[in-house]
């Protein structure tokens, strides 16, 4: 059954009803579905239409698979953030601390169920 507040606008993927309001949210984007509260939808650059610098960073970036992670992406239109960004992931995460590679990765667990982020 449709939800009646949103007949237009509505679809479902497995048990969970997923609404797309005023464009903000991406069907297949990863969110708080399950609370009816929809996550952003960030409009990224795409790979193939990435300038050189941008094109630069992406590869810089790729995880042991070859993928650029989405999370890098958003920065796209701003290729300074997008270094920022992983420079600061790569020093939280991998850089001289007293907690163990395990203990960081527990936290940022925590820290994400706790903001309720199912990325």
């Known amino acids: 059954m449709i939800p009646p507040q949103c007949p237009n606008i509505a679809y479902r993927i497995g048990r969970h ?5 005023h464009g903000s949210l991406h069907p297949w984007s990863m969110s708080n579905f399950a609370y009816n509260r ?3 939808y ?6 193939p239409n990435a300038p050189e ?8 970036y790729r995880d042991p ?3 650029v992670d989405n999370i890098l992406k958003i920065h796209g239109p701003n290729p300074p953030s997008l270094e920022a960004h992983a ?3 790569v020093t939280l995460m991998r850089g001289k601390s007293d907690l163990s590679k395990i203990q960081r990765e527990m936290i940022a667990v925590v ?3 706790i903001n309720e982020c199912h990325y």
């Not at 009803?17 to 309001?21: C, H, K, S, V, Y």
């Not at 960030?42 to 790979?47: A, K, N, S, T, V």
Request: glycine share 4%; no cysteine; hydrophobic share 40%.
């Open 17 to 21: 009803w997923r609404l797309a309001r």
């Open 65 to 67: 698979l070859g993928h």
């Open 38 to 40: 929809p996550m952003a």
């Open 111 to 113: 820290v994400s169920s």
């Open 53 to 60: 610098d941008l094109k630069t960073l992406y590869n810089r």
């Open 87 to 89: 420079k600061l992931y």
């Open 42 to 47: 960030i409009p990224y650059i795409e790979e």
